[in-house]
T-cell receptor, first 115, second 110 residues
Framework: DTGVSQNPRHKITKRGQNVTFRCDPI?????LYWYRQTLGQGPEFLTY????????KSRLLSDRFSAERPKGSFSTLEIQRTEQGDSAMYLC?????????????FGPGTRLTVL | DAKTTQPNSMESNEEEPVHLPCNHS???????IHWYRQLPSQGPEYVIH???SNVNNRMASLAIAEDRKSSTLILHRATLRDAAVYYC???????????FGKGTRLSVIA
């Protein structure tokens, strides 16, 4: 069990640039979630997938954000035309439905800094 | 979303028990009570969850009030590795996304 992995771990970019993050969930987990966490706050839900279908998007997910999970395995989160307010930790989690608690297993996150 | 109230911070001595409270007076009958914790520079990790009865696992115990309007996470012997932010989360059935509050920052003193 290699756990949830996220790449890159850190990303520094200039305002206006596009960035893409990748999340590799625990194999065979059918659900994949994206959250965002700013300093001193708990994580906030952005969106989630069941297999390759994107089932829910938070109102926090502006038009500049897009997420995909093309084959129901890894997922990417892209932010276009980054703004300083996008600076945050982006967390990915995966889970297997039908296991009672639907425990979510989180990756270490990608820390984005927009200059 | 049903809301929870937790103290901002708590402190404990190493090797002593810690009781982390959570108030959730607006809990609905089907909401599960979940606890996650976040160690420094890591993503959150699951600790324990329950519905009505008290629960124990290798990490902690969860004591749920009879009216379910509050609960307490119990760490039986705090270690330095338990220093983290602890989140109490109400979750309706159906594998919904987690709604985190600010949690309780637990400091453990050697």
């Amino acid at each position: 069990d290699t756990g949830v992995s996220q790449n890159p771990r850190h990303k520094i970019t200039k305002r206006g640039q596009n960035v893409t993050f990748r999340c590799d969930p625990i194999s065979e987990h059918n659900r994949l979630y994206w959250y965002r966490q700013t300093l001193g706050q708990g994580p906030e839900f952005l969106t989630y997938f069941q297999n390759e279908a994107q089932l829910e998007k938070s109102r926090l997910l502006s038009d500049r954000f897009s997420a995909e999970r093309p084959k129901g395995s890894f997922s990417t989160l892209e932010i276009q035309r980054t703004e300083q307010g996008d600076s945050a930790m982006y967390l990915c989690a995966s889970s297997l439905t039908g296991t009672g608690a639907d425990t979510q297993y989180f990756g270490p996150g990608t820390r984005l800094t927009v200059l | 979303d049903a809301k929870t109230t937790q103290p901002n911070s708590m402190e404990s001595n190493e090797e002593e028990p810690v009781h982390l409270p959570c108030n959730h007076s607006t809990i609905s009958g089907t909401d599960y009570i979940h606890w996650y914790r976040q160690l420094p520079s890591q993503g959150p990790e699951y600790v324990i969850h329950g519905l009505t009865s008290n629960v124990n696992n290798r990490m902690a115990s969860l004591a749920i009030a009879e009216d379910r309007k509050s609960s307490t996470l119990i760490l039986h012997r705090a270690t330095l590795r338990d220093a983290a932010v602890y989140y109490c989360i109400l979750r309706p059935p159906g594998n919904t996304p987690l709604v985190f509050g600010k949690g309780t920052r637990l400091s453990v003193i050697a």
